[in-house]
Every structure is written in C-alpha cells, then in structure tokens.
C-alpha cells in the first residue's frame, strides 16, 4: 500500500492513483451524511481511487493525537470523542462514530495506509466555551440549521420522506460500477443550490456582517471559516492535489468557496475558550438514535450497522436475523416465513418505485408474514433490531480521568461489565464478591453516576441478598468526570461527597438518609462525620414529623450494618435516643390535624411501628452475640422500647381528639399484635361508629382500621362482627351525610383485591341473620368467628403436596420425617404436626 507516495502524481500534475484522464477538483471535498453507510461506502470508494496525500476529518483538532487508538484491534464503535471543560467537567461535548460513520471509515483508511489525518472543526475549547440558546449541555456538536437541506432536497425529487429519498440515491447504491466521486459532485451541486436559496445565504460574509450574534446559522459560519483555514494549511503542506477533506455534505459549498484569509481569520477573532481535555469514550446505538442531547439523529444505526456490514443480500440477511429473535422468543418462524417476507418487501418496493427494499418496506413485510399482523413482537424488533444495544468499547490506553480508572479496574476485579442493555443483578452479600459489587454501585450513586438502581427482589425480601437494574449509559463518562473533582478513586470520592453531603443537608431526613447510603457502601471514614451532623440535627429538632420520618432509615441501617459486618453501635444509641422522643411527641401531635395531615401521621404511625420492631430485634440479637459483654448504650433497654410502644398506642386509641384515621390504625396495629383481643377491637369499634360521632370522623375510623392495603379485607372477611359493626353504622349514616363520606369509603374499599370485594358483597347481602346462622353451623366449638371448629382433613391434604414441593420432600421422606396427611390420624396431626413441622425445618 505504499506506491501512492508524495512523489506519485501529485508532484506530475495527475491525480494519485487516479484513472487516467480523471480530472477532480481539488482539495477533493467528500460531503456525507453523518453515520450513513452508504456515504461511509462511497467515501472508502473515493479514498481507494484519489489515494490523497492526507485526510481531513471534521472533528476538534485537539483529538488529532487520539486518531492512532482508532487502529487498535481493542477499540470497537459505536464510540465518540468526548471533550469536557477542565475546570466543570458538566460542560461537554460528543463527537459520536460508529462502524458505517463515514468519518471513521476515513479515519481507518488513513492509518491502514499511512496517510496522516488531522481534525479540522472548530476546536473544543470554543466549542465548550460557546453557549447559545438552542444548545444544551453536553450536546453532539452539529450544524447548526435553521432549515433542513436533505428536507429541501427531499422536496424537489418528490418525496415526502428525507431519510426515505437519501436512502434512496445514496445509502442503496453501490459502488462497483461508475465513477466514485460522482456522487459527491452531484451532493455538492445540489448543496451549493439549496444553500443559495436560503435567505441571507450567497456572497461573502464577513466580519462585518450586521446583527452577527454567533449562534445557530451563523456558528457555521466561524466553524467553516476555521475549516478553511485547515484545509489551506494543509495544502501548502501536501501540495494542492494531495488533500481529501470528510465532512458534512452541507458544508461543501462553503468550503469550495474562494475567502479572503483575512475575512476568515476576522470572523475566528475573540473567541471565548475554556481549557478542554479530550478522549474516546464508549457509545451506544441507542444513543445514536436519539436526536438531540447526546444523540446523533439516526432512527434506524441497527439498521445501518447492517446495511453496511452485509457483503450481499441485504434483505435476505437482515430478514434472517429477524426471524432468529423472534425463535429466540418463542414464535413460530419457519424459512417459508423468511422466503415470502423477502418476496414481500421486494414487491413493495417495485410497487412504491424504490430501488431496493429500504426499511419501510422490510418492516412491512415483517409485520405481515413474521408477526401476523401484529405490533407487539414488532416492537421487539425495533428494539432489539433496529436501534439495538450495541456499545461500542475503548482501549484501556485511551486517557481517562483518574476516578475513571478506579472505576474500570473495579469493574474487572469484580467482574462486572458495563452493558447497554438493561439487565437485573441478584447479589447476595454474603459473599465478598456480590458485597463488593454492592458496595461501588452504591458508591456511585452517592457520586451521581446512576449506573444501577435498586429494586425490589423476586426471589427474597432478606437484608442478605439485593437486586439492581444496570444499564451503562454514555452519559455516564461525564458524570464520572464530574465526580472527579472528589478523589481520585471511587471510595476516596465517595466518602469526600458524603461528608460534603452531610454538611449541606437542610433536614434530619435527609441525614439520616445519607448515613443509611453511607453503611450501604461502606464508607467508614464518611460515618463520624454524618453521625456527629446526625446527632446534632436529631438534638435540635423538635418537629415529631421529621423524627418519625429519620427513624426507620436509621433503624435499616443498622440491619445493614449487621450484614455487612459494620460496628453501628451509635447508631443504636441515636435510634433509640429518637423512639423515646416520638414515643413523648406522638400523641399530642396527631390532635387538630385536617384531613391530609391525619393520613401523612398514619403513615408515621405505621412507620416507627416497623421500625421499633425492628430495632427491638436487631438490639436483640446483636446483644445475644456479645456474650458476656456488657451491652451497648443503645442496647440498654431494647426489649423495652415494644412495650413502651405498645403502651403509646393504648393511649392513642382511648383519645378522643386524636384523628380519627389515627386511631383507627392504632386499633389495628394494637389486634395484629394481640396486644387486644377481638372483643375489645369490636368494642371500641363500636364506640367510634356510635351514633354521636360526625359521620366524617366514622369513615375516617373505618378507612385508618382496614384501609391503606393492611390486609382490612380479610379481616372483615373473617371476623363477621366487625362486618356487622361497618354494616349497621353504613346503613344508619343520615342520607344527608352519606354523600360526604361516600369519596373516604370508596378510596378504602377500593384498594382490597376483586375477590376480597366480592366475597365482602356476598356476606353483606346475605345479611345479619344468615351469617348468624352460617357462623352456628360450623360448630358449636367454633372459637373464632368466621372459622369452623374441626380441622377440614380433604382441604388440607390438598394443599400437603406443594408444602412437601416447598420443603424439598418426596413422598417418602415426607412420613419419615414426620409430615402425615390430615386424614392419616387427626389426633396425631392435632397433637403432633406443629412440632414435626418445626423438626423439618430445622
């Protein structure tokens, strides 16, 4: 690949490695498509038969000494330049190329050949520098246009669809046949016509050019002004037959057009700037399809990897591939089904005039034949097909912020690959690798980098075990160089923010929260400095709201402590120290509330009742691990704080102020406990739907006793008591007073499941006296209402064989090990199946 040296034809006069008699304008301006592969085609055609001395590229000049990584088998597009201001690494910039980018297939066929290639846009530092109205940050730098040329264009062919008509007469032809930069004469042609008729376009513009305020259209103008700069630079370096320029079809006119030095340099003159540092990053082809923001524009880059990867048959190929996902989901595909979607989208084409079935008319044919009509699987092709979640990859020797660097040798040492496509991640942390893995995902989330978020599992609701939802976006590089300014590694950084964090927080929540993310990445050093914010905030706040609202953060942290191994004995303390003062609080602040604050109560009510049973718990078993040990400050009294509790709660239902709501789920969370028998629960039921209270406050009892999701359904299902206190209050509320409390009852019964309804309606028409009479013929020894008095044997052989499933027995070690059948001996199961049920499962 050497005989196209300078001393070729460029010193001759002749075109290098051209065909004879050939006679193209030089330098050769090659205008594309961004990211269309046949332009990408039709360039490598061009490149092969000019064989330039060097290749200019649009693109930041200060990436130039990044174009040798594009040559290392390592480095795999989708990928983009990334530049960031030094000083705020959240001002950025992408220059995103993937495999069929017509810029990247300039920039291999330069270092394939040893031809040097440079970038030639306006550089980065006033890129970054330059804000304008329609720019967001961190935007794809791209022309910015007030009207669409391929639109334009588009327009005077006759078509209705830009992307349809490109597709049309550039990314379908092929480059066998004919002269290869012919097409780029006629873009060009066509370009410079379209540009004429734009208003305010044609002459020269100057400096001097009134109202020039550098933004939209006119940012092309000082980036091409720059260009042309490059390029005459160049060609005093190479001669004036050696240089081949790639860049946007658009700017090709421009850059044909004869300017004065000295206007262009004019134009350049004053430009703000920021110091900037560049690198490849990887990219996505979801990415690619966004337009906007971080994107590129593209609809369909899966389609145009394609379309540029397939040496023949495109169609044929491309409809394989998509009756392969659509097998991989389970659908019926057979090669009839290929064989006449092919037939199919050929024929469209003919019938709409196209040269080859383009995307619509595959995609046509796909609904039709491979999905039956359908746009569910369709949607799966999208998807998976035509965007894709390809990412693209970067050479480990491509330079990187430092925290970047902690963070890919994180990732390899806990084997945990960035993806583009959504995946969940179970981790049990028990193990060292899984609580590692646990520990920088939660690292990163304090340091902003959102790569994984947590969700609920599906598998267990224990504090050992966590599921994520990872998805590695582009966006993310920046955030991690943001985060940079932190520490040099993701644990130095993340501690950093955190103390940070704690310093700024305005509310108790907002501590307590922090020092629960803090245990969750274990973060030790960050710990003394939240708990010494944490302890002060909790002595100065004296709003019962905010405390019951920092309590059970506070109360999982040190669960989590407990799994990961972490010495949360203050934290037992604070917790313990802030349960006395809600436990002091509570009551009188659940009086003279209005609707809205009732239910936020309920909701702390609910809250610190979970909370205190866990604290109870976890000081529990923490003590009963320090044997012989003296018990911490905040374990003294743990088994305490439950009773105590128990005895606010007690308090809370017997008052007559307090809200109504709030006392109802008092009652209830009193009888889940069996801290009051049902009788009672009925008792002050009644009392609370008595005719002298306000209708209001009744619904309100009602909606705090078996509303909010509490499982008050079932209750009623089966303590028909209950259901005949509800029943008689409804049907004596005054018809006056049923329309106001009608929206409250509503919210409450719609919340319980269909079959809990209707088993409700069923028991409410059957009326008083036949529950009365239901009730009496289970059984004179029926002790619990709603519950018959004998053990129903068939029904509980039924339900033996998934206990056993459950257990991981078979049938003969089920009678082995003591799990008889119901109807086996109804002595022996009354007497005996509770303790051989607990031996099974020890």
């Given at each position: 690949?050497?005989?196209?040296?300078?001393?070729?034809?460029?010193?001759?006069?002749?075109?290098?490695?051209?065909r004879?008699?050939?006679?193209?304008?030089?330098?050769?301006?090659?205008?594309?498509?961004?990211h269309?592969p046949?332009?990408?085609?039709?360039?490598?055609?061009?490149?092969?038969?000019?064989?330039?001395?060097?290749?200019?590229?649009?693109?930041?000049?200060?990436?130039?000494?990044?174009?040798?990584?594009?040559?290392?088998?390592?480095?795999?597009?989708?990928?983009?330049?990334?530049?960031?201001?030094?000083?705020?690494?959240g001002?950025?910039?992408?220059?995103?190329?993937?495999?069929?980018?017509p810029?990247?297939?300039?920039?291999?066929?330069?270092?394939?050949?040893?031809?040097?290639?440079?970038?030639?846009?306006?550089?980065?530092?006033?890129?970054?520098?330059?804000?304008?109205?329609?720019?967001?940050?961190?935007?794809?730098?791209?022309?910015?246009?007030?009207?669409?040329?391929?639109?334009?264009?588009?327009?005077?062919?006759?078509?209705?669809?830009?992307e349809?008509?490109w597709?049309?007469?550039?990314?379908h032809?092929?480059?066998?046949?004919?002269?290869?930069?012919?097409?780029?004469?006629a873009?060009?042609?066509?370009?410079?016509?379209?540009?004429?008729?734009?208003?305010?376009?044609?002459?020269?513009?100057?400096?001097?050019?009134?109202?020039?305020?550098?933004?939209?259209?006119?940012?092309?103008?000082?980036?091409?002004?720059?260009?042309?700069?490059?390029?005459?630079?160049?060609?005093?370096?190479?001669?004036?037959?050696?240089?081949?320029?790639?860049?946007?079809?658009?700017?090709?006119?421009?850059?044909?057009?004869?300017?004065?030095?000295?206007?262009?340099?004019?134009?350049?003159?004053?430009?703000?700037?920021?110091?900037?540092?560049?690198?490849?990053?990887?990219?996505?082809?979801?990415?690619?399809a966004?337009?906007?923001?971080?994107?590129?524009?593209?609809?369909?880059?899966g389609w145009?990897?394609?379309?540029?990867?397939?040496?023949?048959?495109?169609?044929?190929?491309?409809?394989?591939k998509?009756?392969?996902?659509?097998?991989e989901e389970?659908?019926?595909?057979?090669?009839?089904?290929?064989?006449?979607?092919?037939?199919?989208?050929?024929?469209?084409?003919a019938?709409?005039?196209?040269?080859?079935?383009?995307?619509?008319?595959?995609?046509?044919?796909?609904?039709?034949?491979?999905?039956?009509?359908?746009?569910?699987?369709?949607?799966?092709?999208?998807?998976?097909?035509?965007?894709?979640?390809?990412?693209?990859?970067?050479?480990?020797?491509?330079?990187?912020?430092?925290?970047?660097?902690?963070?890919?040798?994180?990732?390899?040492?806990?084997?945990?690959?960035?993806?583009?496509?959504?995946?969940?991640?179970?981790?049990?942390?028990?193990g060292?690798?899984?609580?590692?893995?646990?520990?920088?995902?939660?690292?990163?989330?304090?340091?902003?980098?959102?790569?994984?978020?947590?969700?609920?599992?599906?598998?267990?609701?224990?504090?050992?075990?966590?599921?994520?939802?990872?998805?590695?976006?582009?966006?993310?590089?920046v955030?991690?160089?943001?985060?940079?300014?932190?520490?040099?590694?993701?644990?130095?950084?993340?501690?950093?923010?955190?103390?940070a964090d704690?310093?700024?927080?305005?509310?108790?929540?907002?501590?307590?929260?922090?020092?629960?993310?803090?245990?969750?990445?274990?973060?030790?050093?960050?710990?003394?400095?939240?708990?010494?914010?944490?302890i002060?905030?909790?002595?100065?706040?004296?709003?019962?709201g905010?405390?019951?609202?920092?309590?059970?953060?506070?109360?999982?942290?040190?669960?989590?402590?407990?799994?990961?191994?972490?010495?949360?004995?203050a934290?037992?303390?604070?917790?313990?120290g802030?349960?006395?003062?809600?436990?002091?609080?509570?009551?009188?602040?659940?009086?003279?509330?209005?609707?809205?604050?009732?239910?936020?109560?309920?909701?702390?009510?609910?809250?610190?009742?979970?909370?205190?049973?866990?604290?109870?718990?976890t000081?529990?078993?923490?003590d009963?691990?320090?044997a012989?040990?003296?018990?911490?400050?905040?374990?003294?009294?743990?088994g305490?704080?439950?009773?105590?509790?128990?005895?606010?709660?007690?308090?809370?239902?017997?008052?007559?102020?307090v809200?109504?709501?709030?006392?109802?789920?008092?009652?209830?969370?009193?009888?889940?406990?069996?801290?009051?028998?049902?009788?009672?629960?009925?008792?002050?039921?009644?009392?609370?739907?008595?005719?002298?209270?306000?209708?209001?406050?009744?619904?309100?009892?009602?909606?705090?006793?078996?509303?909010?999701?509490?499982?008050?359904?079932?209750?009623?299902?089966?303590?028909?008591?209950?259901?005949?206190?509800?029943?008689?209050?409804?049907?004596?509320?005054?018809?006056?007073?049923?329309?106001?409390?009608?929206?409250?009852?509503?919210?409450?019964?719609?919340?319980?499941?269909?079959?809990?309804?209707?088993?409700?309606?069923?028991?409410?028409?059957?009326?008083?006296?036949?529950?009365?009479?239901?009730?009496?013929?289970?059984?004179?020894?029926?002790?619990?209402?709603?519950?018959?008095?004998?053990?129903?044997?068939?029904?509980?052989?039924?339900?033996?064989?998934?206990?056993?499933?459950?257990?991981?027995?078979?049938?003969?070690?089920?009678?082995?090990?003591?799990?008889?059948?119901?109807?086996?001996?109804?002595?022996?199961?009354?007497?005996?199946?509770?303790?051989?049920?607990?031996?099974?499962?020890?």
């Open positions: 690949m050497e005989g196209h040296g300078m001393t070729g034809g460029a010193a001759a006069g002749g075109r290098p490695g051209g004879e008699g050939d006679d193209p304008k030089w330098p050769l301006l090659l205008g594309v498509r961004h269309g046949g332009s990408a085609r039709a360039v490598r055609a061009a490149l092969e038969a000019a064989r330039p001395l060097t290749v200019l590229v649009e693109g930041p000049p200060e990436a130039d000494a990044l174009i040798p990584l594009a040559a290392d088998e390592r480095m795999r597009p989708p990928v983009a330049l990334l530049a960031h201001a030094v000083d705020e690494p001002r950025s910039a992408f220059w995103p190329l993937a495999e069929f980018s810029e990247w297939v300039a920039l291999r066929w330069a270092l394939e050949r040893g031809v040097p290639a440079r970038f030639i846009d306006l550089p980065a530092t006033h890129t970054l520098a330059w804000r304008s109205g329609d720019a967001e940050e961190g935007e794809t730098p791209g022309d910015g246009l007030r009207v669409d040329p391929l639109g334009t264009l588009a327009e005077a062919a006759g078509y209705d669809d830009a349809r008509w597709e049309d007469v550039v990314e032809r092929g480059t066998g046949e004919g002269d290869p930069l012919a097409p780029f004469a873009v060009e042609e066509a370009m410079a016509a379209v540009r004429e008729g734009r208003s305010g376009e044609g002459g020269d513009q100057g400096p001097a050019r009134e109202g020039h305020d550098r933004a939209g259209s006119d940012r092309d103008l000082v980036r091409e002004a720059y260009m042309r700069l490059q390029v005459r630079s160049a060609q005093r370096e190479f001669g004036d037959r050696g240089v081949a320029v790639v860049c946007g079809a658009w700017h090709v006119p421009a850059l044909r057009r004869k300017a004065a030095v000295s206007a262009d340099r004019a134009l350049l003159k004053g430009l703000a700037k920021v110091r900037a540092d560049l690198t490849w990053v990887p990219w996505t082809h979801r990415r690619l966004r337009d906007g923001g971080y994107g590129a524009g593209i609809d369909s880059p145009y990897a394609h379309l540029f990867g397939a040496p023949d048959r495109p169609v044929e190929r491309w409809l394989t998509v009756a392969g996902l659509l097998r389970d659908r019926i595909v057979s090669p009839a089904h290929v064989i006449e979607a092919v037939r199919l989208a050929g024929t469209l084409a019938l709409r005039g196209r040269p080859l079935p383009g995307l619509g008319e595959t995609t046509d044919a796909v609904r039709a034949v491979l999905c039956e009509g359908s746009d569910v699987p369709l949607a799966l092709v999208r998807d998976r097909l035509v965007v894709g979640d390809v990412l693209g990859e970067v050479p480990p020797g491509a330079p990187a912020v430092p925290l970047q660097r902690d963070l890919d040798r994180s990732q390899r040492r806990l084997r945990l690959k960035p993806e583009a496509a959504e995946r969940e991640l179970e981790l049990d942390l028990r060292e690798n899984d609580a590692g893995r646990s520990r920088l995902l939660h690292r990163l989330r304090l340091l902003g980098v959102e790569w994984g978020e947590p969700t609920a599992s599906r598998s267990s609701t224990g504090t050992f075990r966590e599921t994520w939802r990872l998805r590695w976006e582009p966006e993310l590089s955030r991690v160089a943001e985060a940079g300014v932190w520490g040099t590694t993701v644990l130095a950084a993340a501690t950093a923010k955190a103390e704690a310093i700024a927080a305005r509310g108790l929540a907002e501590v307590t929260a922090l020092a629960e993310r803090c245990l969750l990445a274990g973060l030790p050093e960050a710990l003394p400095t939240v708990m010494r914010i944490l002060d905030r909790a002595a100065l706040d004296t709003d019962v905010h405390l019951a609202q920092a309590l059970p953060a506070l109360v999982r942290s040190l669960r989590y402590g407990d799994v990961r191994g972490t010495d949360t004995g934290l037992a303390g604070v917790a313990a802030l349960a006395e003062r809600i436990f002091v609080g509570l009551p009188p602040a659940c009086t003279a509330l209005d609707a809205d604050a009732a239910d936020e109560m309920r909701r702390h009510v609910d809250a610190v009742h979970g909370a205190v049973g866990l604290l109870e718990e000081v529990a078993l923490r009963a691990g320090r012989g040990a003296d018990r911490d400050a905040g374990g003294g009294g743990g305490d704080l439950r009773a105590r509790w128990r005895g606010v709660l007690r308090g809370m239902a017997e008052r007559d102020r809200a109504g709501v709030v006392r109802g789920r008092v009652v209830r969370l009193l009888l889940d406990d069996g801290e009051v028998a049902q009788d009672e629960a009925a008792r002050l039921m009644g009392l609370a739907l008595s005719p002298g209270t306000p209708p209001g406050a009744a619904a309100a009892w009602i909606e705090g006793f078996v509303g909010g999701g509490s499982g008050g359904g079932l209750l009623l299902v089966h303590d028909e008591r209950l259901l005949g206190l509800v029943d008689g209050w409804l049907t004596g509320v005054p018809a006056e007073a049923f329309t106001d409390v009608l929206p409250l009852l509503r919210r409450t019964f719609s919340a319980y499941e269909p079959g809990v309804r209707r088993t409700l309606g069923e028991l409410v028409r059957r009326g008083p006296g036949e529950r009365g009479r239901a009730a009496g013929a289970a059984g004179a020894g029926a002790g619990v209402p709603g519950f018959a008095g004998d053990l129903d044997a068939g029904r509980a052989d039924a339900a033996l064989p998934v206990v056993r499933l459950l257990l991981g027995l078979d049938e003969t070690s089920a009678e082995t090990d003591g799990v008889p059948s119901a109807s086996a001996g109804g002595e022996h199961s009354a007497e005996a199946g509770d303790n051989d049920l607990v031996g099974v499962g020890e």
